[in-house]
């Protein structure tokens, strides 16, 4: 079962991403949040992401970052993702079976995330919010298979 994605507006449209069923092996933040999964699917991400924790605390993550509050790396390293998607509006929203949400909504100015997997496919919020795909194996649009 999944968790609940507090006040997080799902989108039908939605594209499920690379990484379901992978576990997160290595964490960075600094001037970016960047985490790999064990079959070295990669999340680069630029704006500010917000983690939800399982207790429904938000911690906004202000880029570029120290951590402070909460340890964002050792909240990520090591729960596997449950769920990996973008929404029509360009939003990444990762679920992790510790109970935790990361969100990053689209930037105006700047490719806010991207997601990289073998094979070299690419996946990449531009600005504006739309969805740039290279090497994309789904035949019928909406994710990864």
Known sequence: MLP???????DVNAMNLPGAGQRVVRTEVGHALQFETDAHVRYFVEENPVLTLPDDTE????LPARASGTDIAAELTGATIEL???TADG??????DTGTVLSVPPSPDFESWNVSAPGNVLVVSTSGGTIAAWNWPSTDGHGYP
């Open 91 to 96: 939003s990444l929203v990762v679920l992790f």
């Open 4 to 10: 609940r994605v507090p006040s997080y507006p799902f």
């Open 84 to 86: 990996s998607t973008c």
């Open 59 to 62: 911690v906004t993550i202000s």
